[in-house]
Protein backbone atom coordinates (compact mmCIF):
# COMPACT_ATOMS: atom_id res chain seq x y z
CA UNK A 1 0.00 0.00 0.00
CA UNK A 2 1.59 3.20 -0.89
CA UNK A 3 -1.07 5.31 0.78
CA UNK A 4 -1.74 6.59 4.51
CA UNK A 5 -4.65 3.99 5.29
CA UNK A 6 -7.09 6.58 7.41
CA UNK A 7 -10.47 5.72 9.08
CA UNK A 8 -13.50 8.70 8.54
CA UNK A 9 -17.29 10.00 9.56
CA UNK A 10 -19.50 11.35 7.63
CA UNK A 11 -21.64 14.31 9.77
CA UNK A 12 -25.04 15.97 8.38
CA UNK A 13 -26.96 15.57 5.97
CA UNK A 14 -26.97 18.52 3.62
CA UNK A 15 -24.18 20.62 4.70
CA UNK A 16 -21.84 17.86 5.88
CA UNK A 17 -18.02 17.68 7.12
CA UNK A 18 -16.23 14.58 7.09
CA UNK A 19 -13.67 13.85 10.03
CA UNK A 20 -11.18 11.90 9.37
CA UNK A 21 -9.01 9.48 12.08
CA UNK A 22 -5.47 9.74 12.43
CA UNK A 23 -3.08 7.39 13.64
CA UNK A 24 0.54 8.51 14.85
CA UNK A 25 2.12 9.73 11.60
CA UNK A 26 -0.90 9.55 9.91
CA UNK A 27 -1.44 12.40 7.35
CA UNK A 28 -4.16 13.39 5.18
CA UNK A 29 -3.97 16.54 2.27
CA UNK A 30 -6.95 18.32 1.51
CA UNK A 31 -7.60 21.71 0.00
CA UNK A 32 -6.63 24.83 1.25
CA UNK A 33 -9.46 26.64 3.02
CA UNK A 34 -11.31 23.34 3.86
CA UNK A 35 -10.40 22.55 7.06
CA UNK A 36 -13.34 22.81 9.72
CA UNK A 37 -11.52 21.61 13.21
CA UNK A 38 -8.35 19.58 14.01
CA UNK A 39 -7.10 18.43 17.76
CA UNK A 40 -4.18 19.25 19.32
CA UNK A 41 -1.44 17.14 18.28
CA UNK A 42 -2.23 17.87 14.59
CA UNK A 43 0.71 19.62 12.63
CA UNK A 44 -0.50 21.72 9.47
CA UNK A 45 1.62 22.27 6.46
CA UNK A 46 1.05 23.80 3.36
CA UNK A 47 2.99 22.40 0.28
CA UNK A 48 3.14 22.46 -3.23
CA UNK A 49 1.23 20.22 -4.83
CA UNK A 50 -0.63 16.65 -3.43
CA UNK A 51 2.66 15.71 -1.58
CA UNK A 52 2.65 11.91 -3.19
CA UNK A 53 5.85 12.30 -5.19
CA UNK A 54 4.29 11.78 -8.48
CA UNK A 55 5.42 15.05 -9.80
CA UNK A 56 9.10 14.29 -9.70
CA UNK A 57 11.63 15.52 -7.84
CA UNK A 58 13.30 18.66 -6.41
CA UNK A 59 11.99 21.89 -6.36
CA UNK A 60 10.59 22.21 -10.40
CA UNK A 61 9.46 18.84 -9.93
CA UNK A 62 6.96 20.16 -7.40
CA UNK A 63 7.19 23.43 -8.64
CA UNK A 64 5.59 21.79 -11.98
CA UNK A 65 3.20 19.23 -10.44
CA UNK A 66 1.60 22.40 -8.36
CA UNK A 67 1.30 24.28 -11.88
CA UNK A 68 -1.13 22.17 -12.93
CA UNK A 69 -3.36 22.59 -10.67
CA UNK A 70 -3.90 25.59 -11.74
CA UNK A 71 -5.45 24.83 -15.09
CA UNK A 72 -8.14 23.25 -13.14
CA UNK A 73 -8.56 26.67 -10.95
CA UNK A 74 -7.27 25.39 -7.91
CA UNK A 75 -4.65 27.01 -5.63
CA UNK A 76 -0.95 26.28 -6.18
CA UNK A 77 -1.08 24.89 -2.53
CA UNK A 78 -2.64 22.48 -0.71
CA UNK A 79 -2.28 21.55 3.08
CA UNK A 80 -1.27 18.52 4.96
CA UNK A 81 -2.58 17.44 8.46
CA UNK A 82 -0.27 14.84 10.32
CA UNK A 83 -0.75 13.06 13.77
CA UNK A 84 2.57 14.03 15.78
CA UNK A 85 1.11 13.12 18.62
CA UNK A 86 1.17 9.81 20.51
CA UNK A 87 -2.65 8.86 20.10
CA UNK A 88 -5.47 8.56 17.66
CA UNK A 89 -6.31 11.88 16.58
CA UNK A 90 -8.96 13.55 14.61
CA UNK A 91 -9.70 16.82 12.30
CA UNK A 92 -12.96 17.93 9.96
CA UNK A 93 -13.37 19.16 6.62
CA UNK A 94 -16.19 20.93 5.14
CA UNK A 95 -18.33 20.49 2.20
CA UNK A 96 -18.00 23.93 0.87
CA UNK A 97 -21.69 24.49 -0.36
CA UNK A 98 -25.01 22.13 0.18
CA UNK A 99 -24.56 18.64 -0.79
CA UNK A 100 -23.09 15.43 -0.11
CA UNK A 101 -19.25 14.10 0.97
CA UNK A 102 -18.45 11.07 -1.51
CA UNK A 103 -15.75 8.84 0.30
CA UNK A 104 -14.27 6.59 -2.62
CA UNK A 105 -11.85 4.04 -1.97
CA UNK A 106 -9.52 4.21 -4.90
CA UNK A 107 -8.20 0.69 -4.41
CA UNK A 108 -12.02 -0.73 -5.47
CA UNK A 109 -12.31 1.71 -8.40
CA UNK A 110 -8.89 0.21 -10.44
CA UNK A 111 -6.89 2.65 -8.62
CA UNK A 112 -8.13 5.96 -10.73
CA UNK A 113 -11.48 8.04 -10.79
CA UNK A 114 -11.70 11.32 -12.84
CA UNK A 115 -14.01 14.22 -12.05
CA UNK A 116 -15.05 17.82 -11.98
CA UNK A 117 -12.23 20.16 -11.56
CA UNK A 118 -14.03 21.54 -8.08
CA UNK A 119 -15.10 18.31 -6.75
CA UNK A 120 -11.57 17.19 -4.56
CA UNK A 121 -11.65 17.76 -0.77
CA UNK A 122 -9.71 15.85 0.97
CA UNK A 123 -7.58 12.41 0.53
CA UNK A 124 -5.34 9.91 2.28
CA UNK A 125 -1.34 11.08 1.66
CA UNK A 126 -0.53 9.34 -1.68
CA UNK A 127 -3.22 9.84 -3.37
CA UNK A 128 -2.64 11.82 -6.25
CA UNK A 129 -4.18 14.92 -7.58
CA UNK A 130 -3.78 15.27 -11.40
CA UNK A 131 -5.53 16.65 -14.59
CA UNK A 132 -7.12 15.03 -17.11
CA UNK A 133 -7.37 15.99 -20.46
CA UNK A 134 -10.28 15.24 -22.74
CA UNK A 135 -8.21 14.99 -26.12
CA UNK A 136 -11.47 14.64 -27.92
CA UNK A 137 -12.54 18.18 -29.50
CA UNK A 138 -16.28 18.05 -28.90
CA UNK A 139 -16.01 17.46 -24.96
CA UNK A 140 -12.54 19.72 -24.51
CA UNK A 141 -14.98 22.90 -26.19
CA UNK A 142 -18.94 22.00 -24.88
CA UNK A 143 -18.25 19.67 -21.91
CA UNK A 144 -18.67 22.37 -19.37
CA UNK A 145 -15.17 21.53 -17.56
CA UNK A 146 -13.33 22.41 -20.53
CA UNK A 147 -10.61 20.05 -21.89
CA UNK A 148 -9.16 19.83 -18.11
CA UNK A 149 -10.65 17.75 -15.55
CA UNK A 150 -8.76 16.11 -12.35
CA UNK A 151 -7.96 13.06 -11.37
CA UNK A 152 -7.11 10.73 -8.37
CA UNK A 153 -5.17 8.02 -8.84
CA UNK A 154 -3.83 5.67 -5.77
CA UNK A 155 -5.06 3.23 -3.63
CA UNK A 156 -6.37 5.00 -0.24
CA UNK A 157 -9.43 7.37 0.13
CA UNK A 158 -10.54 10.38 -1.50
CA UNK A 159 -13.64 12.29 -0.15
CA UNK A 160 -15.48 14.53 -3.61
CA UNK A 161 -18.07 16.87 -3.11
CA UNK A 162 -20.99 17.62 -4.97
CA UNK A 163 -24.15 19.66 -4.96
CA UNK A 164 -27.98 18.76 -3.66
CA UNK A 165 -28.62 14.52 -4.10
CA UNK A 166 -25.66 12.28 -5.59
CA UNK A 167 -26.90 9.08 -7.36
CA UNK A 168 -24.30 6.10 -8.44
CA UNK A 169 -24.87 4.14 -11.26
CA UNK A 170 -23.24 1.41 -12.41
CA UNK A 171 -23.07 1.08 -16.22
CA UNK A 172 -23.02 -1.95 -18.31
CA UNK A 173 -20.34 -2.57 -21.00
CA UNK A 174 -22.08 -0.65 -23.95
CA UNK A 175 -24.98 0.99 -22.09
CA UNK A 176 -25.52 4.76 -22.49
CA UNK A 177 -26.60 7.38 -19.75
CA UNK A 178 -26.59 11.13 -21.10
CA UNK A 179 -26.45 13.35 -18.46
CA UNK A 180 -26.64 17.31 -18.23
CA UNK A 181 -22.95 18.51 -18.65
CA UNK A 182 -22.82 20.18 -15.24
CA UNK A 183 -24.23 17.41 -13.38
CA UNK A 184 -21.77 14.82 -13.93
CA UNK A 185 -19.39 14.54 -10.86
CA UNK A 186 -17.14 11.80 -11.53
CA UNK A 187 -16.20 8.50 -13.57
CA UNK A 188 -14.34 5.81 -13.31
CA UNK A 189 -11.40 5.31 -15.76
CA UNK A 190 -13.04 2.83 -18.39
CA UNK A 191 -16.34 4.87 -18.89
CA UNK A 192 -16.33 6.40 -22.43
CA UNK A 193 -17.35 10.65 -22.20
CA UNK A 194 -18.35 12.22 -25.25
CA UNK A 195 -20.51 15.05 -25.49
CA UNK A 196 -23.99 15.12 -27.93
CA UNK A 197 -26.00 18.18 -29.25
CA UNK A 198 -29.72 18.22 -28.80
CA UNK A 199 -31.83 17.69 -31.65
CA UNK A 200 -34.17 19.67 -33.00
CA UNK A 201 -33.68 23.12 -33.16
CA UNK A 202 -36.64 24.09 -31.23
CA UNK A 203 -35.42 21.71 -28.38
CA UNK A 204 -31.99 23.46 -28.42
CA UNK A 205 -33.67 26.97 -28.37
CA UNK A 206 -36.26 26.81 -25.97
CA UNK A 207 -36.11 23.55 -24.08
CA UNK A 208 -33.84 25.23 -21.32
CA UNK A 209 -31.54 22.02 -20.83
CA UNK A 210 -28.58 23.74 -23.31
CA UNK A 211 -27.09 22.83 -26.14
CA UNK A 212 -25.27 19.80 -25.00
CA UNK A 213 -25.44 16.90 -23.03
CA UNK A 214 -23.03 14.42 -22.15
CA UNK A 215 -23.30 10.73 -22.77
CA UNK A 216 -21.58 8.31 -20.66
CA UNK A 217 -20.83 4.72 -21.64
CA UNK A 218 -20.18 2.14 -19.82
CA UNK A 219 -18.27 -0.60 -18.76
CA UNK A 220 -18.11 1.33 -15.29
CA UNK A 221 -19.39 3.63 -12.12
CA UNK A 222 -20.95 6.91 -12.88
CA UNK A 223 -21.85 9.88 -10.24
CA UNK A 224 -24.28 12.40 -10.85
CA UNK A 225 -25.06 15.55 -8.58
CA UNK A 226 -28.74 17.17 -8.53
CA UNK A 227 -27.49 20.78 -7.79
CA UNK A 228 -24.62 21.82 -9.57
CA UNK A 229 -23.10 24.68 -7.64
CA UNK A 230 -23.28 26.54 -11.39
CA UNK A 231 -27.09 26.13 -11.37
CA UNK A 232 -27.60 27.08 -7.64
CA UNK A 233 -25.26 30.38 -8.08
CA UNK A 234 -27.18 31.43 -11.13
CA UNK A 235 -30.45 31.02 -9.14
CA UNK A 236 -29.61 32.94 -6.47
CA UNK A 237 -28.00 35.80 -8.34
CA UNK A 238 -31.20 36.00 -10.66
CA UNK A 239 -33.38 35.92 -7.55
CA UNK A 240 -31.54 38.60 -5.75
CA UNK A 241 -32.72 42.38 -5.94
CA UNK A 242 -30.62 44.65 -7.24
CA UNK A 243 -30.21 48.57 -7.29
CA UNK A 244 -27.75 50.67 -8.84
CA UNK A 245 -24.01 50.22 -7.40
CA UNK A 246 -24.96 46.54 -7.22
CA UNK A 247 -26.83 46.60 -3.65
CA UNK A 248 -29.50 44.93 -2.60
CA UNK A 249 -32.96 46.80 -2.50
CA UNK A 250 -34.19 45.33 1.37
CA UNK A 251 -32.61 47.76 3.36
CA UNK A 252 -33.88 45.86 6.50
CA UNK A 253 -32.04 42.52 5.41
CA UNK A 254 -29.02 41.39 6.89
CA UNK A 255 -27.62 41.97 3.61
CA UNK A 256 -28.66 45.49 3.36
CA UNK A 257 -27.67 46.08 7.05
CA UNK A 258 -24.13 45.45 6.18
CA UNK A 259 -23.95 46.88 2.66
CA UNK A 260 -24.74 49.37 4.65
CA UNK A 261 -22.14 48.99 7.30
CA UNK A 262 -19.55 48.79 4.19
CA UNK A 263 -20.31 52.50 2.93
CA UNK A 264 -23.40 51.60 1.01
CA UNK A 265 -26.06 54.39 0.53
Known amino acids: MNN ?27 EAGSLMMMEDGIEMETIFGDGSGNSGSGFMGKLMGAGKRLLTGESLFMTTFTNEGSGKKHASFAAPYPGKIIPMDLSQLNGKIICQKDAFLAAAKGVSVGIEFQRKIGVGFFGGEGF ?13 HAGGTIIEKTLSPGETLRVDTGCLVAMTRDVDYNIEMVKGVKTALFGGEGLFFATLRGPGKVWIQSLPFSRLASRVFAAAPQMPGGGSRDEGSIAGGLFNMLGGK
Request: aromatic content about 10%; hydrophobic content about 45%; overall charge negative.
Open 148 to 160: IMQKLEGDGMAFV
Open 4 to 30: HEIDFKLYGDDMQFVEVELDPGETVVA
